[in-house]
């Protein structure tokens, strides 16, 4: 049993069930915690515990496969769950008066907190964060002493997904909202900008003519596949899995732009329809 | 205070035991991490071929000592095939002193696939240690082994050194609420007289 990771999993799923019970107590009409906000937040979890307590973190130390899909299952699947669960002001209520008034003052005014929050959490700081750990793990020596190394594999784990949760943090727009939130389209360029690098690594890592990663030749070959073949397989998951990722949000965020925009449009039939001696008058004014 | 625990104990429990028992159905839960400095790797044993790690990376006198053995055989296709059906053994001995020797009876690794083995022990002094790797199944047997250089003792206790540091950010952190929260008294203090 790892319990270095179930013991956090439990503590923040029971936090966030606390917070959730007692803001739902208050009023049901409150849309800080949702049936499924709650629901996209626990599988989110249960995507952290599934890619870090199962056998896939055992097998992804025999195949490249496996540790490819780890580490998309943490940071494309994991984190944004996780962000549109809405954690923040959930677990606020979920932790005791004094716990939530010192994070309050922490992060209220010009505190050192905030401050570096702010800076931190700007969209070019956060995806150039998540880009350069992302990228920079993928290189063969990291890659490699990972695999050897226990702390420094835990080490790649942890700041894969807290780049992650650094990622997606102005694609969710979750809170605590620290800047202006990016426009749509903003959203959408943000995410096709990590395209072009995810699949250029992808398709050198799948195209490469050795084994990059030399550490899959000290492993038996169990599973009827050589160690090329499985970097190959590996590369393209890498590729595809993200690349398909960043279209499907873009396709998600195209879809709540037109739907804001038909709810606008018909706001402003409704509102021209209730008062139309005010819109007579704005064109009389005008012509 | 005494109201949230009430709240706590009456409402939030069942619902946070549903999500327990979610997370512990969902892991499926493996012990093993995996991984480890490869000291065998596709090595000849009577008529199996091993391979062998050890974690962590160095070991050190008085620490942690795990190894984890592959055991498997080829087919007659050559195809690489795992052995699930052996007993072994890792017997750890300083170099020159093998009476002194530890043996591990070596466990298959939970959640792991079948042909994996693991032992876990702690050496008690720095230096050179024969590892070898005794195999025994339907097949036969064979052993194979390796020498490993096992550092000094760490001087530095990190686990005190992070709970320290954790202590000293738990204080200042109070500190700072303290006195942001005297400020903000003042402040309202000022505006009221």
Same mark, same amino acid.
Request: hydrophobic share 50%; with cysteine.
């Given at each position: 049993?790892?319990?270095?990771?179930?013991?956090?999993?439990?503590?923040?799923?029971?936090?966030?069930?606390?917070?959730?019970?007692?803001?739902?107590?208050?009023?049901?009409?409150?849309?800080?915690?949702?049936?499924?906000?709650?629901?996209?937040?626990?599988?989110?979890?249960?995507?952290?515990?599934?890619?870090?307590?199962?056998?896939?973190?055992?097998?992804?130390?025999?195949?490249?496969?496996?540790?490819?899909?780890?580490?998309?299952?943490?940071?494309?699947?994991?984190?944004?769950?996780?962000?549109?669960?809405?954690?923040?002001?959930?677990?606020?209520?979920?932790?005791?008066?004094?716990?939530?008034?010192?994070?309050?003052?922490?992060?209220?005014?010009?505190?050192?907190?905030?401050?570096?929050?702010?800076?931190?959490?700007?969209?070019?700081?956060?995806?150039?964060?998540?880009?350069?750990?992302?990228?920079?793990?993928?290189?063969?020596?990291?890659?490699?002493?990972?695999?050897?190394?226990?702390?420094?594999?835990?080490?790649?784990?942890?700041?894969?997904?807290?780049?992650?949760?650094?990622?997606?943090?102005?694609?969710?727009?979750?809170?605590?909202?620290?800047?202006?939130?990016?426009?749509?389209?903003?959203?959408?360029?943000?995410?096709?900008?990590?395209?072009?690098?995810?699949?250029?690594?992808?398709?050198?890592?799948?195209?490469?003519?050795?084994?990059?990663?030399?550490?899959?030749?000290?492993?038996?070959?169990?599973?009827?596949?050589?160690?090329?073949?499985?970097?190959?397989?590996?590369?393209?998951?890498?590729?595809?899995?993200?690349?398909?990722?960043?279209?499907?949000?873009?396709?998600?965020?195209?879809?709540?732009?037109?739907?804001?925009?038909?709810?606008?449009?018909?706001?402003?039939?409704?509102?021209?329809?209730?008062?139309?001696?005010?819109?007579?008058?704005?064109?009389?004014?005008?012509? | 205070?005494?109201?949230?625990?009430?709240?706590?104990?009456?409402?939030?429990?069942?619902?946070?035991?549903?999500?327990?028992?979610?997370?512990?159905?969902?892991?499926?839960?493996?012990?093993?991490?995996?991984?480890?400095?490869?000291?065998?790797?596709?090595?000849?044993?009577?008529?199996?071929?091993?391979?062998?790690?050890?974690?962590?990376?160095?070991?050190?006198?008085?620490?942690?000592?795990?190894?984890?053995?592959?055991?498997?055989?080829?087919?007659?296709?050559?195809?690489?095939?795992?052995?699930?059906?052996?007993?072994?053994?890792?017997?750890?001995?300083?170099?020159?002193?093998?009476?002194? =020797?530890?043996?591990? =009876?070596?466990?298959?690794?939970?959640? =792991?696939?079948?042909?994996?083995?693991?032992?876990?022990?702690?050496?008690?002094?720095?230096?050179?240690?024969?590892?070898?790797?005794?195999?025994? =199944?339907?097949?036969?047997?064979?052993?194979?082994?390796?020498?490993?250089?096992?550092?000094?003792?760490?001087?530095?206790?990190?686990?005190?050194?992070?709970?320290?540091?954790?202590?000293?950010?738990?204080?200042?952190?109070?500190?700072?609420?303290?006195?942001?929260?005297?400020?903000?008294?003042?402040?309202?203090?000022?505006?009221?007289?």
């Amino acid at each position: 049993m790892r319990w270095e990771i179930l013991i956090p999993l439990l503590i923040l799923g029971s936090i966030y069930a606390i917070g959730w019970v007692r803001l739902r107590r208050q009023s049901r009409r409150q849309k800080v915690a949702t049936r499924w906000r709650m629901v996209a937040y626990y599988t989110g979890l249960a995507s952290l515990a599934l890619a870090l307590m199962s056998p896939i973190d055992w097998l992804g130390s025999q195949l490249l496969i496996m540790h490819m899909v780890q580490h998309k299952i943490l940071v494309m699947v994991s984190a944004p769950l996780i962000w549109l669960g809405n954690p923040f002001p959930v677990a606020m209520w979920g932790i005791p008066r004094p716990a939530r008034n010192g994070v309050t003052l922490a992060l209220a005014g010009d505190s050192l907190v905030r401050r570096g929050l702010t800076l931190i959490s700007q969209p070019a700081i956060c995806w150039l964060v998540f880009t350069f750990i992302y990228l920079g793990w993928h290189d063969a020596g990291p890659y490699d002493l990972a695999l050897r190394v226990e702390w420094v594999h835990n080490l790649e784990h942890i700041t894969f997904f807290l780049g992650a949760m650094l990622f997606w943090w102005p694609v969710v727009n979750g809170a605590p909202r620290l800047h202006k939130s990016l426009p749509y389209w903003g959203r959408i360029l943000y995410v096709l900008a990590f395209v072009p690098p995810n699949a250029i690594a992808g398709f050198a890592i799948a195209n490469s003519p050795d084994v990059i990663y030399t550490y899959y030749n000290s492993v038996p070959r169990l599973f009827g596949m050589t160690a090329l073949e499985d970097q190959m397989i590996g590369g393209a998951i890498m590729w595809v899995w993200s690349s398909e990722m960043m279209i499907d949000v873009v396709v998600i965020m195209l879809g709540v732009m037109f739907y804001r925009e038909k709810k606008h449009k018909a706001r402003q039939a409704v509102s021209a329809h209730t008062h139309p001696v005010h819109h007579a008058g704005h064109v009389e004014v005008a012509g | 205070m005494r109201q949230y625990w009430i709240d706590v104990c009456s409402r939030a429990v069942p619902v946070a035991l549903l999500a327990l028992t979610m997370f512990a159905v969902t892991a499926g839960v493996s012990g093993a991490h995996g991984g480890g400095t490869p000291q065998l790797s596709d090595v000849e044993a009577g008529p199996f071929r091993l391979f062998v790690w050890t974690s962590p990376e160095p070991w050190r006198a008085g620490g942690e000592a795990h190894v984890t053995v592959a055991v498997t055989s080829l087919d007659a296709a050559g195809q690489t095939i795992p052995v699930d059906d052996a007993d072994v053994a890792i017997e750890l001995a300083p170099a020159g002193a093998p009476e002194r =020797a530890i043996v591990l =009876a070596a466990t298959p690794v939970a959640g =792991a696939g079948a042909g994996f083995y693991e032992g876990d022990t702690s050496l008690s002094q720095d230096g050179a240690w024969d590892v070898s790797v005794k195999v025994a =199944a339907a097949a036969g047997t064979g052993d194979a082994g390796f020498v490993y250089q096992v550092m000094p003792g760490s001087q530095i206790n990190w686990l005190l050194w992070l709970g320290g540091a954790l202590a000293v950010l738990a204080v200042v952190g109070y500190l700072g609420t303290r006195t942001k929260k005297a400020a903000a008294g003042y402040t309202q203090r000022a505006v009221q007289e």
